[in-house]
């Protein structure tokens, strides 16, 4: 059974920094993809970021773009999103999701798995 567990989600200040980590159990680590989506109370899912796990390329959506790294330890099965100058538009529910392909995709349907989500929320 895939499993995903985000945690490391808080209160901040703007300006400050987090870092979310999404531990994956049940899956080949080195052969599935694993993203990070976002969602704040009435808007819909937002992809911020992906890694592709045959060649270790990242993706990052436009707003968080230049503030936000996303990286993978393979030894602990783990996948994390360093977050920086948190701005308070980035106050939603984080998730990690994974797909059983190396690569990842736009389209969040194709996304099969996902993590119960950890909250993020910047204040001014």
């Known amino acids: 059974e895939v499993q995903l567990v985000e945690s490391g989600g808080g209160l901040v200040q703007a300006g400050e920094s987090l870092r979310l980590s999404c531990a994956a159990s049940?899956?080949?680590?080195?052969?599935?993809?694993i993203a990070w989506f976002r969602q704040a109370p009435g808007k819909e899912r937002e992809g911020i970021s992906c890694?592709?796990?045959?060649?270790?390329?990242?993706y990052y959506g436009d707003s968080v773009e230049g503030r936000f790294t996303t990286s993978n330890d393979y030894a602990k099965k783990t996948v994390y999103l360093q977050m920086k100058d948190l701005k308070p538009e980035d106050t939603a529910v984080y998730y990690c999701?994974?797909?059983?392909?190396?690569?990842?995709?736009?389209?969040?349907?194709?996304?099969?798995?996902w993590g119960q989500g950890t909250q993020v929320t910047v204040s001014l």
């Open positions: 999701s994974t797909r059983d392909h190396p690569y990842g995709s736009k389209s969040v349907a194709e996304w099969r798995y």
């Open positions: 890694i592709n796990s045959n060649n270790g390329d990242t």
């Open positions: 049940g899956l080949p680590f080195a052969d599935y993809a």
